[in-house]
């Protein structure tokens, strides 16, 4: 069985979205500002402006690859995928990956940010258009 490049890509994105937590987690806990261990959420705002971003840039991850994973997962069992969607599924997990390195590092500043976010709403766009176009092509 041929194991196409997006369900790959959609593995690796899942990885980054389940492993972006570590981040937030080292620097909370090493920042003096979380006076309380245990207290659960942490007052981000009150953290280091790295940390603040590591926890945003989590949750950034989370809002825009869930509705990109459910798309790629209906596209495959339309047995949709093309050349399009191959590159789209690419595009979207390095610009994740880019958006997540310069939001912690703080390199992304405005208006890079948004555009890398911008970016892979596109992404989303394009892999929801393979939906449909691989429901008509089925119909």
Known sequence: MDFPTELGVLTCLM?????????????????????DGFARPHDVSRLKPWVHRAFRAHLNLLEQAMPFAVL??????????????????????????AHAVGMISGIAKMPLRPLIFLGGWVCCLIMGYAVFAAGFAAS
């Open 15 to 35: 990885l980054l979205a389940a492993s972006l937590w570590i981040p937030f987690i080292v620097g909370s806990s090493s920042d003096p500002a979380a006076t």
């Open 72 to 97: 790629v997962l209906i596209v495959d069992r339309m047995d949709g995928f093309t050349a399009l969607t191959t590159w789209t599924a690419i595009a979207f997990f390095w610009l994740r990956v």
